[in-house]
């Protein structure tokens, strides 16, 4: 049996149109598509602008796109530190 290629990598902006269309896909999946007013040049500007809200990674099997993940900081009052 051969090994699948995993790739793990940054996101760019480059990445935002199929961000965008896994947004979609999960919306759909979970019956809220109506609730989605993600848009490339809003997902763009929050995502790789500067500052950038959050960060994000691109995942890839055999080259082709699996998904993404994304991370953002917050932060804990009852422990006074940041987080992810």
Do not use: W
Request: overall charge positive.
């Amino acid at each position: 049996m051969q090994a699948k290629s995993l790739l793990i990598r940054p996101a760019t902006g480059k990445d935002v149109p199929l961000i965008r269309q896994f947004i979609l896909v999960l919306a759909a999946f979970e019956k809220l598509s109506h609730e989605v007013k993600a848009t490339d040049a809003r997902l763009q500007a929050t995502l790789f602008g500067s500052p950038p809200d959050g960060g994000m990674c691109a995942g890839l099997c055999q080259g082709r796109a699996a998904g993404f993940a994304l991370f953002f900081g917050n932060y804990s009052t009852f422990l006074s530190k940041p987080g992810l």
